[in-house]
Nanobody
């Protein structure tokens, strides 16, 4: 059974930064493209960023230049560095495969507010 555990969220002021982590267990992590997703209140979950092997990354337009996804295959962990945060980034953030195939974790809440 694959388990995903997200962490690193919190309350931050606009313009601030956070680094999210997602630890995976129970899967051959390195074989999968991974993604970070978010779900804001009253909205559908959306894919924010993906990473395949090496430096092959993709981002939605609203986070390009502000967010950076990375991975450590030895630690089975994917990261999301979020800079210049905006109130519209407020959401619960989740990780999963880039085409989600595993049970969702609990997510980590990111709140951007002054």
């Amino acid at each position: 059974q694959v388990q995903l555990v997200e962490s690193g969220g919190g309350l931050v002021q606009p313009g601030g930064s956070l680094r999210l982590s997602c630890a995976a267990s129970g899967t051959i992590f390195r074989f999968y493209a991974m993604g970070w997703y978010r779900q804001a209140p009253g909205k559908q979950r959306e894919l924010v960023a993906t990473i395949q092997d090496g430096d092959n990354t993709n981002y939605i337009d609203s986070v390009k230049g502000r967010f950076t996804i990375s991975r450590d295959n030895a630690r089975k962990t994917v990261y999301l560095q979020m800079n210049s945060l905006k109130p519209e980034d407020t959401a619960v953030y989740y990780c999963n495969a880039a085409k989600p195939i595993w049970p969702w974790g609990q997510g980590t809440q990111v709140t951007v507010s002054s």
